[in-house]
């Protein structure tokens, strides 16, 4: 009987003991051992999909340069204690199918939080699948309507748009215009919702919207839409397309022989009209970040980026940059990896705020909002030079 | 209104060169060639390309581009047409082939260009860009390469049907369309032949990008993606293998496009456009002027 009564004490320690390394792995966050912020593995991957091709490609590209950059500063400052921050980006090449399939394989993973496109369209496809399956996502740009409202999973770490796009309507005011022209690419949701405040702010801002015509982001020739605006006889023209769009749109605006002013948006960012720099010239638009501007976390930046890749940076840089920081901020403040502890503290780090490229950032109900956006002209090289 | 007129004429010229190089190819050897789009384009990023490099005359850019765009599509009819309607066993099963293996190699143009420039808009640099004026005449304000684009939109048409219908070479070629083993018989080489014409067809849509580029000021990667539309388009309006069809096709499309643009604020034309495509296929899906083509009974 004692025998017996031993043998089994034997076999229950064992048992307790394999119980216990059993749970204690069960416990632990991943298979890798813990780093120094307590809760986090010796390495986090970031999963991204950014749009590198496709109509928002010539955005996506700086993106992920800034995003780098990013990544760098966090690992080489060892802001995440011993835990190496990774980013593995998928091109989501503008298309809503791709990216929503994308952002299915990152709910999949063991990504803490994802990083969406920043084309509307396509961001609304990512939101989608990233809410349904509980995965936080945070996007740069993306300012169509219904993608922040998908649910409470998702993040916005750019400015809209339309909340600075007054500085804008302001300048045309400032210049006396009175009869104001409009293009816009009919087939995007942010550029629709600019075209709105557009018309909406013609009282207000003293103008009269004069010519109104829609095209598509991939016509190629928009002589006729051209024609009708100068048949109108505009002071100014607020061209607004996407990208590259803006390219052929403001070319075939001056070989029509017009010369008068051109106000934009940030489709005509980040060097975007370099091809057609000398008829570039003039063109004004609001941006939410330049590198000439003289707040410190725009400096910081800057001076960063320009280390790494040897050029100034653009708006498009900047956010992914921000973007990254703001993920970073999240996972070390939950000093974890787990989803829903991010997620709340993707609310407590936003309403905190921080300084980041585009200055002062706080998020106020899931959307970033900035103090300091920058009226800017292109010079004849196409940079972009604040207005005073 | 003189001057949306001028518009839509830059328009036609512009659908004509591009719709009849893939006319050309989809007409004799039954190739629907959707690398064509890619082709346009990759001219267009050629010239981009060596005028970053260095500074050369605008005549010389645009022979590179349509050189360049007429080899790749010589290199797609040996490597891709030609081994596929060798080993399909019938005619149906290689018209299918040859429609995915060109949009395999249009995908690979648009890759290598996307590769180069970052996805972003290019152009000619300016030292060798063509020096683009506006002429003014009365109402009407056209530039210099829009002249250009439709004298070519009205010659190059002109010159294709006295070649088709009164050189040689012409009747060759529509013999092969019609009957390729019978050719070979009466000492034809289809063969050569079809590289010659792959070649024209390749050299149009080089062309088309040389002066689509030099009128808009930059291509992107995709620029060919609705011109390749807009060409599927003008063609099943007009016939396949037929040239006066193209010309009264890209006029149909061209007159509709801007005639909705001028009474609309713009948002219709693409749906007015294939609209009227998809009426005139369901009413007359040989097409509006067909090619004539007669059976021996």
């Known amino acids: ?388 | 209104m003189e001057q949306q007129i001028v518009n839509a004429l830059v328009l036609v010229g512009i659908y004509v060169i591009f719709s009849l190089g893939l006319n050309l190819s989809w007409g004799t050897l039954n190739v629907l060639n959707l690398a064509h789009g890619g082709t346009f384009m990759f001219a267009g990023f050629a010239g981009f390309y060596v005028t970053q490099k260095v500074e050369i005359p605008f005549v010389a850019v645009a022979l590179l581009g349509i050189a360049t765009a007429g080899v790749l599509t010589v290199i797609f009819e040996l490597l891709i047409f030609r081994p596929i309607r060798r080993r399909s066993s019938t005619l149906q099963q290689a018209e299918l082939l040859m429609l995915i293996g060109s949009i395999g190699a249009g995908s690979v143009l648009i890759a290598l260009a996307r590769k180069e420039t970052d996805d972003a808009p290019f152009g000619i640099a300016k030292g060798s860009a063509l020096n683009v004026k506006n002429l003014d005449f009365g109402p009407v304000t056209i530039t210099t390469a829009q002249l250009l684009i439709i004298v070519i939109g009205v010659l190059l048409p002109v010159g294709m049907s006295l070649l088709v219908n009164r050189a040689r070479f012409g009747r060759a070629l529509r013999a092969i369309a019609y009957d390729p083993e019978t050719c070979e018989l009466m000492g034809v080489r289809p063969g050569l032949l079809s590289l010659v014409t792959m070649l024209g067809s390749g050299a149009l849509a080089g062309l088309a990008g040389v002066l689509v580029s030099t009128h808009i000021g930059a291509l992107t990667a995709q620029s060919g993606d609705t011109l390749i539309m807009k060409a599927f388009a003008v063609i099943v309006l007009a016939g396949v293998g037929s040239i006066v069809g193209v010309v009264l096709g890209a006029t149909i499309l061209a007159s509709a496009e801007t005639i909705v643009l001028v009474s609309t604020d713009g948002g219709w034309v693409d749906a007015i456009s294939f609209a009227m495509l998809i009426i005139v296929l369901l009413l007359r899906p040989q097409g509006l002027f067909p090619a004539v083509k007669a059976d021996r009974v």
């Open chain 1, 1 to 388: 009987m004692i025998a017996i009564a031993q043998r089994m004490a034997r076999v229950g320690a064992v048992g307790a003991l394999a119980s216990a390394l059993v749970l204690s792995a069960c416990g632990s966050e991943s298979s890798d051992e813990a780093g120094d912020g307590g809760g986090l593995p010796d390495t986090v991957t970031l999963k991204a999909s950014v749009s590198l091709s496709g109509l928002a490609g010539p955005g996506g590209q700086p993106t992920q340069k800034g995003m780098e950059v990013a990544i760098e500063e966090i690992n080489d400052s060892k802001f995440l204690g011993s835990t190496t921050l990774k980013l593995d980006i998928t091109d989501s090449k503008t298309d809503p199918k791709v990216g929503a399939s994308a952002m299915a394989q990152h709910a999949a993973s063991d990504t803490p939080v994802a990083i969406g496109s920043s084309a509307g369209a396509v961001a609304l496809a990512e939101a989608t699948v990233a809410q349904r399956q509980g995965l936080p996502l945070i996007f740069p740009q993306a300012g169509s309507k219904g993608v922040l409202e998908t649910g409470d999973h998702i993040y916005r770490t750019t400015p809209l748009q339309t909340s600075y796009f007054h500085k804008t309507l302001e300048y045309l005011q400032t210049e006396g215009v009175k009869r104001a022209a409009v293009i816009y690419d009919s087939d995007n949701p942010t550029i629709q919702a600019l075209n709105d405040l557009f018309q909406s702010g013609a009282s207000k801002y003293g103008y009269e919207v004069v010519s109104t015509q829609a095209t598509t982001s991939n016509t190629v020739d928009v002589s006729s839409q051209v024609t009708k605006m100068l048949n109108a006889k505009p002071d100014a023209i607020f061209v607004d397309v996407l990208q590259a769009h803006n390219v052929q749109v403001i070319k075939q605006l001056r070989q029509a022989g017009y010369d008068g002013l051109i106000v934009a948006q940030q489709g005509a960012a980040g060097g975007t009209l370099k091809p057609i720099a000398e008829d570039a010239e003039g063109v004004v638009f609001t941006n939410d970040f330049n590198p000439g501007s003289d707040n410190e976390g725009t400096k910081h930046f800057t001076e960063l980026y320009q280390k790494k890749f040897d050029e100034l940076p653009g708006n498009f840089a900047a956010e992914g940059y921000d973007t990254i920081w703001f993920a970073a901020r999240a996972i070390k403040d939950a000093d974890s990896v787990d989803r829903d502890k991010v997620l709340a503290s993707m609310a407590t780090v936003g309403e905190a705020g921080f300084v980041g490229a585009l200055g002062e950032l706080k998020i106020v109900d899931r959307q970033a909002v900035i103090t300091t956006p920058v009226l800017v002209r292109l010079d004849n090289t196409a940079a972009e030079i604040p207005v005073e």
